[in-house]
């Protein structure tokens, strides 16, 4: 039986399961649920929260962890343990990103104060040199470009990893809101985004109606 993902209708934290499943060359089946019932359900849910993965005897959430389990699953979680902790290193810096994201499109409503804020914070490739290196995306860049097995094309070792589909959704995510900005200060994790767009599987899964629409005007999802 295909995984399930149980969450709501976005893509939201579900997006880079559903890049893994799709990697891993499986199909995947969605159930939206509604946030009243996962409320009450708090032994599936068991922190109020979803997504949740239900694959044969696995039945979990948390996103993260799913992402692990994903990764071992699918053999996206490096090749040594070196690998396997670069790994987790990547996913737990893109979960700061996040976090700052998700308040930036559903607190601030990317509003233009604090959009304009963030930017200089998070992703300006000049205020991040001027703060010696500080800025999220300007992190990952760097890991990517010194990552020489991976050329370019993955960030921990030469073989795709979970840290490649979490950043290539984290920088999707950017790229809807930032748009050519992004492109002009990061043409490298722009092309990363277009390698791991192109890969078997995803590629087709990001052209399938199984790809939740993004929710536009506000760019949220
Ligand atoms: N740490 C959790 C966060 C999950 C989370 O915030 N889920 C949201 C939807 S994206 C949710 O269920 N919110 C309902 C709530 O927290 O009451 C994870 O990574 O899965």
């Given at each position: 039986m295909a995984p399930k993902i149980v969450y709501?209708?976005?893509?939201?934290?579900?997006e880079v399961m559903k890049l893994a499943i799709a990697y891993g060359g499986e199909d995947f089946e969605l159930e939206l649920v509604n946030y009243e019932d996962m409320k009450k359900d708090t032994d599936a849910y068991k922190f109020g929260q979803c997504p949740r993965l239900i694959d044969g005897d696995v039945d979990m959430v948390q996103s993260n962890a799913i992402c692990r389990y994903l990764a071992r699953k699918y053999g996206l979680y490096g090749k040594s343990d070196a690998e396997t902790n670069a790994v987790d290193e990547i996913l737990e810096g893109v979960e700061s990103l996040r976090t700052k994201y998700l308040t930036l499109v559903y607190q601030d409503k990317l509003a233009d104060e604090p959009k304009a804020a963030y930017w200089k914070t998070h992703c300006d490739p000049e205020s991040a040199a001027a703060r010696n290196g500080g800025a999220h995306l300007a992190y990952l860049s760097r890991l990517l470009k010194r990552?020489?097995?991976?050329?370019?094309?993955?960030?921990?070792?030469?073989d795709v990893t979970m840290a490649d589909l979490q950043v290539f959704d984290i920088v999707d995510l950017h790229a809807r809101i930032f748009g050519d900005e992004l492109k002009a200060a990061y043409p490298d994790l722009i092309a990363f985004h277009e390698h791991i767009a192109g890969l078997p599987g995803i590629k087709e899964y990001l052209a399938s109606p199984k790809r939740v629409a993004a929710v536009n005007g506000n760019n949220l999802g």
């Open positions: 709501f209708p976005v893509r939201g934290r579900a990552n020489s097995a991976g050329g370019g094309k993955a960030l921990v070792g030469s």
